[in-house]
């Protein structure tokens, strides 16, 4: 006689672990993790990937101290779709990767905060940050010049936190190199073609650079003319 699965077999399943059949237990049916769920979690956990933000940048970071921002775009990276998110404190669209902020008037260091939180209520944040600076600046000028706020506006200019440069400039016959730095900066040290030296502070002026922002500026020169093309570290 063929075998075959009746109902009864139909009502047991395999308990590899003890190498045997076990019958359906009344009120329990097929779909019930009871024996499962510890195994079930442990699968879970492996899979799981925590909340990460690859990236959070802005299209400004720096702005010259005086000047206004009225207009910020941010963009982010995430390493999943969060189930919520915010910038600061204004929740944001799950699917939203960029923020455009119209009608600012950011005026000083402004910090945005991006938290993003996934299906297991994990958050994190990421900052991204718009500093003001006041400039740097370089360039050549005769030995008869008037240093003055409208000369400095006529020469380079870098953005930048502290007094340290390194830029190169041709100064031609009776020409000297110029470099003007806000005097809070502190006391600036040269170094040109490997030695050090070579440039004295000629004067310190009430500069207004050109947001119509006031402070005092150190303007040093070069102390001879005619270097030609020269490249000047500044320490």
Request: with cysteine.
């Amino acid at each position: 006689m063929g075998k075959f699965l009746d109902k009864e077999g139909l009502e047991r399943v395999w308990d590899a672990a003890n190498g045997k059949f076990v019958a359906k237990e009344d009120g329990k049916g097929l779909s019930s993790n009871d024996f499962t769920d510890e195994w079930k979690q442990k699968i879970e956990d492996l899979a799981y990937s925590p909340m990460a933000i690859s990236a959070f940048t802005n299209n400004v970071n720096t702005a010259e101290m005086g000047s206004t921002v009225n207009a910020v775009t941010l963009n982010w990276t995430l390493n999943k779709t969060p189930k919520s998110q915010k910038v600061d404190n204004t929740a944001v669209d799950a699917a939203q990767r960029t923020l455009v902020l119209s009608e600012q008037t950011i005026q000083a260091d402004k910090t945005y905060t991006l938290s993003a939180t996934d299906e297991r209520d994990k958050t994190v944040t990421k900052t991204t940050n718009i500093r003001f600076y006041n400039g740097v600046y370089w360039g050549i000028a005769d030995a008869e010049q008037e240093i003055d706020s409208a000369f400095l506006l006529t020469l380079s200019k870098g953005l930048q936190a502290s007094r340290a440069k390194t830029f190169s400039v041709t100064a031609g016959k009776g020409e000297h190199i110029i470099y003007a730095v806000p005097a809070r900066y502190g006391t600036c040290l040269f170094n040109v073609g490997g030695f050090d030296g070579g440039f004295s502070k000629v004067a310190t002026i009430e500069f207004t650079n050109a947001s119509g922002y006031t402070e005092s500026y150190d303007v040093y020169k070069s102390t001879n003319a005619d270097l030609g093309s020269t490249t000047v570290t500044v320490k």
